[in-house]
């Protein structure tokens, strides 16, 4: 990059430049450590007004951008782009205003996900979207993905709980999505915005909705001896007209990797379904009979009810920390974040054992099992050759058994770097040229993040043509995709 | 394919047809000859909100046309075991329901005029009720949508899981963007069960203040009510009504905890129906002007006492529904529009003034035709209406749908 809009960088962040090569390693790559390209530079900014004049410097130099939080994605968002710079939010981590009476929070993009329910957990509130990676996370990054979490089967996802957003647009211009209130007349910009990965421009301020903590919360262990056993179970439940805070699931391997990790003191079984209740004591009193009831018919072995705060954290704590966990059981593993209507969910996890069979590489599952979102985590060996590519393959076939399903190619992960050649197998040319509208309207230059989420790139002087069937639809496979 | 009929007339103006498709690709191949024949596009639903917006926006000599969904009714696919269903445009919401009660389920919102009001024009309109302090608005419910843009395209987005991140989010652009970018055709909706026990109680308070205490009070404890709703009028003491739903015994519970709360309040019986308080607010014989408006909860109070203060002389009756996250409707009668005029558009501008300079609105939803042409509807669009006009100049370059109907002018 040329010295003179290095210094120019340089005098709205000082040393908060990064062009030292040892230095910009640690950003090459976010969560997702296979793709990695090293930035030109990083900046990181404290204020709106230092993002807004680094972008109007990459507006001007043309000079593509990536937005970071803490670069714990799973889907290479957050890679930098060749020739391009990576803007870090870390250091604009001030929770601003907290607004009890009306539940609202006002917070900078780099404020940690834990820190917000920190803040506000001595009045009785909680921030409901939690990531497993909600200690490191940011609430910017969350933004950009549309983070979801174990809980969101009641409380929704990240999108549910932004109000209101200050954006520095592609062309560093600075506009206010939505309000602290409800219904802003206009169109829905937030929820536009959230979710788009970085897309559309750099939030710099975010409104946040906090949520009261429930009366009682109350976590339910069930230990089956196969996975349908558990699938079965969770049917019940729903069937049974209950929508419970929680609904997990993990396989054996699953179970495995998280006792050798965290020792959680799991039963050893086939399948493992963690039901979370809350609400009026009473009523979660006579909801956890029920649950318990379901789960003994559907076969369950070993039921459980965490009886304190403290067990509770330790239940939570094995399922949080699956992914990592599978260290311990293999070198390598790749983890993918496909959705399912969740009745197909016994199909789906017949097909996922024979094809792992048949690629001979173990697949461990652990998913939101009220929701139908899945995280196989394909586990091989990089030492191998050929282990690698065959894992990828099979991870991406799990995906493609995801979407003939009717299902999605990601649920909370978002599309990044890893996935964006999937866009084309759920959705057809006019879908994703109709999403490019607004990209254009947003972005015309693809300045903010480019080469993410879509296939190719498309000009935003492009017309889009006129509808054609996907294929899916044209087998009578899918209706709607 | 007919001429329209003089009822079919939208805020004056009468549409040269109404074209009925009977599926969404006839829904685009229509947009697409509208286009490109210069003809502006109405799309139509159930007709109950067709004069919500800003005045049409049609040259004497410009032509029209209302693109009604009526023929596309069905409910399409209720998958009950994944709480989800799919449904066309012009499926009334009441039609709906009782598709999804066959199996204990519910979309769980409430809008107005549930029996004539289609799932496409409560979309358009964003239109939500009481059941949203429990399950949100609209844009948390909708999880997946077909839209038909003026260039022809048929166009999908989201799906058919509730939990879905591929892509933007276009059903939620969709939602409340009163048909301006393109005509919703299909619609996929999270569902959830239809409650075991539900049980409403109602309180009169003495005065605003003491009736917002109440209300942050009742939200800043951990009940769980799936309806919290403020009643109030020129002739009449502010009311709450709270609704509980779920078991029995939570019910109950929760009943106990609100009548240790309400100390300062008087228990009153529920009057019947009082959930359709807001749709039954649009039904007066004479002229009147509703507008929807939105706050801040905790500016639900010091709001009534602005109303009470700018309506007492002249004496302007009104009458309001609210929902505890902050949004309502009031109604102001105007039996002599001529004569109130010169004080009723001082008296909305204070409100409005008030409302958004903490982040609130007012969106005049009825009003006597000559009065509206003096009015915005929509009020300030703030820093974002730029942006919002190039998503519409990319959806909709010619202006065919709609035009000069929503935020802006847009």
């Known amino acids: 990059m040329q010295s003179r809009i290095l210094d120019q960088f340089r005098a709205i962040v000082g040393k908060g430049l990064i062009t030292e090569a040892s230095q910009l390693h640690t950003y090459e790559c976010d969560g997702l450590t296979n793709f990695r390209v090293l930035p030109q530079a990083v900046l990181l900014p404290t204020s709106t007004a230092d993002v807004q004049a680094i972008v109007r410097i990459c507006q001007r130099e043309k000079i593509p951008f990536v937005a970071r939080g803490s670069g714990t994605g799973l889907s290479g968002g957050a890679l930098p782009v060749d020739n391009g710079v990576v803007i870090s939010l870390a250091r604009m981590n001030r929770i601003l205003e907290l607004d009890l009476p009306n539940a609202r929070i006002v917070v900078e993009p780099g404020v940690i996900n834990a820190d917000v329910t920190q803040r506000v957990a001595p009045h009785g509130y909680f921030y409901a979207p939690d990531p497993s990676s909600q200690s490191v996370c940011s609430i910017g990054g969350n933004v950009a993905e549309n983070s979801g979490g174990a809980h969101c089967l009641k409380y929704g996802f990240t999108t549910t709980h932004v109000l209101a957003l200050e954006v520095v647009l ?29 897309t559309l421009g750099i939030a710099t301020k975010i409104v946040l909705r906090i949520v009261k903590k429930p009366a009682v919360i109350q976590t339910l262990l069930a230990a089956f001896n196969t996975t349908e056993e558990a699938g079965a179970a969770v049917s019940g439940i729903i069937a049974a007209g209950m929508l419970p805070a929680a609904i997990e699931m993990m396989d054996n391997l699953a179970i495995q990797a998280a006792e050798a990790s965290v020792h959680a003191g799991y039963p050893n079984c086939g ?202 639809e044209v087998a009578g496979v899918a209706q709607f995709f | 394919m007919r001429a329209a009929n003089i009822e079919e007339a939208v805020e004056g103006i009468l549409p040269h047809m109404v074209i009925e498709p009977g599926t969404p690709q006839e829904v685009a191949a229509t947009l697409k000859i509208a286009k490109i024949a210069g003809l502006k596009v109405i799309p139509r639903g159930g007709a109950t909100k067709i004069n919500w917006g800003n005045l049409l926006e049609v040259a004497e000599t410009g032509a029209s046309l209302i693109l009604s969904t009526r023929r596309l009714h069905r409910v399409v696919e209720h998958a009950w075991g994944d709480m989800t269903a799919t449904v066309e445009a012009g499926c009334t919401f009441q039609t709906l329901q009782q598709t999804l009660a066959e199996h204990g389920q519910r979309l769980a919102l409430d809008p107005l005029w549930p029996d004539h009001a289609t799932l496409g024009g409560i979309l358009a309109t964003n239109d939500c009720g009481a ?41 939620k652009l969709a939602t409340g963007s009163l048909g301006t970018l393109g005509v919703i055709t299909q619609a996929i909706f999270r569902l959830h069960p239809l409650p075991r026990e539900s049980l409403t109680l109602s309180f009169s308070t003495s005065d605003n203040a003491t009736m917002n205490a109440l209300v942050l009070a009742i939200q800043d404890c951990n009940m769980v009510p799936t309806g919290l709703q403020i009643r109030a009028g020129s002739a009449s003491p502010p009311e709450i009504d709270l609704r509980f739903e779920g078991t029995a015994t939570g019910c109950e519970a929760q009943i106990d905890q609100t009548l240790h709360l309400a100390s300062a309040a008087r228990r009153i019986a529920s009057p019947p129906d009082v959930w359709d308080a807001a749709s039954k607010l649009w039904n007066t014989p004479g002229p009147s002007v509703i507008c929807k408006f939105s706050l801040l909860p905790s500016d639900l109070g010091t709001f009534l006492d602005l109303i009470q203060e700018t309506s007492e002389s002249p004496h302007l009756p009104w009458q309001l529904v609210a929902q505890a996250v902050g949004a309502g409707y009031i109604r102001l009668e105007a039996p002599n529009i001529d004569v109130l005029a010169p004080a009723l558009v001082p008296a909305l501008d204070r409100w409005r003034k008030k409302l958004e300079t903490r982040g609130g609105s007012i969106v005049i939803l009825r009003c006597p035709l000559p009065f509206k042409s003096k009015l915005d509807v929509w009020g300030t669009a703030g820093d974002a209406l730029p942006l919002m006009k190039s998503i519409k100049a990319r959806f909709d370059p010619t202006r065919v749908l709609n035009p000069g109907r929503f935020v802006g002018g847009i």
């Open chain 1, 170 to 198: 592609p062309d560093a211009s600075i506009v206010h999505l939505g309000s602290r209130v409800v219904d802003r007349p206009g169109y829905d910009l937030p929820g536009i915005f959230v979710g788009s990965e970085g």
């Open chain 2, 131 to 171: 059941l949203r302090i429990r399950f949100g608005s609209l844009r948390d419910l909708i999880i997946g949508i077909t839209l038909a843009l003026p260039d022809g395209t048929l166009a999908k987005s989201g799906g058919k899981v509730v939990k879905n991140v591929a892509g933007y989010d276009l059903p």
């Open chain 1, 271 to 472: 399948g493992l379904l963690l039901v979370e209740l809350d609400g009026p004591g009473p009523e979660v009193e006579h909801l956890i009979h029920e649950v318990s009831g379901i789960c003994t018919q559907c076969g369950a072995w070993e039921i459980r009810v965490a009886q304190s705060d403290a067990e509770r954290a330790i239940v939570w704590k094995g399922r949080k920390a699956a992914f990592a966990a599978m260290g311990r059981i293999s070198p390598n593993y790749i983890v993918q974040d496909g959705v399912i209507p969740r009745t197909a969910l016994p199909r789906v996890l017949s097909e996922i054992e024979r094809m792992s069979a048949a690629e001979g590489l173990r697949v461990a599952n652990v998913f939101h099992a009220g929701d139908g979102n899945l995280h196989p985590l394909v586990l091989y060996d990089g030492r191998i050759p050929g282990q690698e590519e065959r894992a990828m393959e099979l991870s991406i076939n799990i995906l493609r058994l995801c979407v003939a399903c009717g299902g999605s190619i990601t649920g909370e992960h978002g599309v990044g770097e890893e996935k964006k050649m999937m866009m084309g197998e759920m959705f057809a040319e006019p879908d994703l040229d109709t999403m490019q509208l607004v990209r254009c309207s947003f972005d015309p230059e693809h300045l903010a993040n480019p080469g993410k989420v879509f296939p190719r790139t498309r000009l935003c002087a492009e017309r889009t043509g006129p509808y054609t069937p996907h294929p899916l």
